[in-house]
């Protein structure tokens, strides 16, 4: 298993994480 793919699969989810939270405070309020 390579690292860098590995960190890389990582940051994306992490990033679709954060919209998808973003999406769900901005509807509340």
């Keep these: 298993l390579k690292v860098m793919v590995l960190l890389e699969v ?6 679709i ?3 998808i939270c973003y999406r ?3 509807y509340r309020r």
């Design 24 to 26: 769900q405070i901005r």
């Design 10 to 15: 990582m940051l994306l989810g992490c990033i």
């Design 17 to 19: 994480f954060f919209r």
